[in-house]
């Protein structure tokens, strides 16, 4: 966040909030790695652990982190510090916040490379190079980009700037309030799409496929996946939420409006789902084709639907504009801690910061072609980042923030702060204390025992 604390100018309404909180949980997220996942994990199976995931784990954490911040006022480090000790407890809670921090610059790395991926797709769309073109001929268009490591690193390149500009400039609330008029849209382009695939074949399968409850499917590993991508879409365990906290007026209900926040999230992923699979079936393409689902799917049907230029290009337009603000999201608690922790001016602490990124995005980028081979237990670059974080960073950081938050922090004032009494009250205190936690701790032993 871009405000100084000095002026630490509270958001005027809550829907200021929501905005910037909105723009930080939607992203590449929701409509990249939400498809991709479900079609690795094998569909409902995958959707349903989420779900669970988002409402029993995601949501009291994200309360927690909110509530935490607007009690500290400060960044995420000196904020779980402070929370502490005037708790009277340990002052080392500081870690929670500094874990979170290299959170943020590890994910940024290779979320720039696919946030480059949409650029490229913009121009690729806008120039009609999809039209009429079958899954195959979409799917040797994506493997010629994958295979160039300089066509990847111009757009990752070109992504890591625009992100870098508007944190360097502290602008990024005005690019929060552009996003009151381009979010919606985004909402609108992807329903459009779903109405396009409800029309044709393929549909009916993908509905099955993802909201048909398949349990039999449901391992360890795939309640991890889920677990890990409630963090990342929500952009919690990583202080990022913590820091927005800060700017809160006491008046925002943290309840309502961390359900707004979720609910609208976890609709735009959905959508994105039925956006996506119904083409996946038509076409015979394999759901779980990786990473790369969205950009061997869609293209197709930008070719054949009647305005899919305009409606192709607008996409493709609209997540990347989701991308870049959750990508300053990202970079934002890295150039605040070395603005404040060294002697750097704040346009020299994005420069350092995001040249760093930069070089971390061009390792994961070149894991797609000329690093092919170099792998760290199986996994390339890019997928270490994003395993690393996703499955043990995030989920760790937000064990922590939940443990301190229900164990350590005093409950009469938490109940007040958040309005509750009677049964409402107990059942928080029974997810927010025991389900959410054991649902962390019991996910990553099973997966460690298997
Ligand atoms: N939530 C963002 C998304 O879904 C990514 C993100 C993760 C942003 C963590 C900030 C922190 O795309």
């Known amino acids: 966040m871009a405000i100084n604390k000095q002026e ?14 909105v723009g930080s949980a939607v992203g590449l997220g929701n409509i990249w790695k939400f498809p991709y996942m479900v079609g690795e994990s094998g569909g409902s199976a995958f959707v349903i652990a989420y779900l669970f995931c988002i409402a029993l784990v995601g949501f009291p954490i994200l309360v927690a982190e909110w509530l935490i911040g607007r009690r500290g006022q400060k960044n995420p480090v000196n904020t779980f510090t402070d929370v502490a000790a005037s708790e009277g407890k340990s002052r080392s809670w500081g870690i929670v916040g500094a874990t ?31 039209s ?14 994958l295979a160039s490591a300089s066509t990847l690193t111009i757009w990752h390149t070109v992504f890591m700037v625009i992100t870098a500009l508007i944190v360097g400039i502290g602008v990024t609330r005005g690019i929060e309030t552009t996003a009151k008029i381009l979010m ?22 993908a509905v099955n496929y993802l909201f048909i409850p398949d349990l039999s499917k449901l391992t360890g590993d795939i309640m991890l996946a889920a677990l890990g991508h409630a ?10 939420m913590v820091a927005y906290g800060s700017y809160l007026g006491r008046e925002v209900n943290l309840l309502k409006t961390a359900r707004m926040v ?24 394999d759901p779980a084709s990786g990473p790369g689902l969205i ?3 869609l293209p197709i049907a930008f070719g054949s639907m009647t305005g899919g230029i305009i409606i192709g290009t607008l996409f493709f337009l609209l997540i990347t504009f989701a991308a870049v603000t959750s990508s300053i999201s990202l970079l934002e608690p890295s150039v605040e801690f070395l603005e404040e922790r060294t002697s750097m001016s704040r346009t020299m602490s994005t420069i350092v910061a995001s040249t760093v990124i930069w070089l971390l995005g061009i390792a994961a980028l070149l894991s797609f072609n000329l690093w092919a081979d170099f792998t760290i237990m199986g996994n390339g670059i890019f997928d270490v980042l994003d395993k690393l974080t996703s499955k043990f960073l995030l989920p760790l950081t937000g064990l922590a ?14 109940q007040q702060e958040l309005n509750l009494s009677g049964t409402a009250w107990t059942l928080w205190q029974i997810i927010a204390k025991f389900v959410a936690p054991i649902a962390v701790i019991v996910v990553f032993i099973t997966t460690l025992m298997s």
């Open 8 to 21: 630490h100018a509270q958001w005027s309404s809550s829907f200021g909030f929501v905005l910037a909180a």
């Open 100 to 130: 979170g921090i290299l959170g943020g610059f590890l994910i940024l790395s290779f979320y720039s490379v696919i946030g480059g991926w949409a650029l490229n797709y913009i121009t690729k769309v806008s120039t009609g190079s999809f």
């Open 132 to 145: 009429g073109q079958d899954g195959d001929a979409v799917g040797a268009t994506f493997d010629a980009m």
């Open 184 to 205: 919606p849209l985004l909402g609108i382009i992807l329903f459009v799409i779903v109405g396009y695939n409800a029309m044709n074949a393929g549909f009916g399968e």
């Open 231 to 240: 963090f990342f879409t929500l952009s919690i365990g990583m202080g990022i």
């Open 262 to 285: 979720i609910i609208l999230d976890t609709v735009i992923a959905l959508a994105a789902g039925l956006a996506i699979f119904p083409i996946i079936f038509n076409n015979g393409l």
């Open 295 to 297: 950009f061997v799917s």
């Open 401 to 414: 923030a939940i443990v301190f938050f229900a164990w350590r922090m005093d409950q009469r004032s938490i």
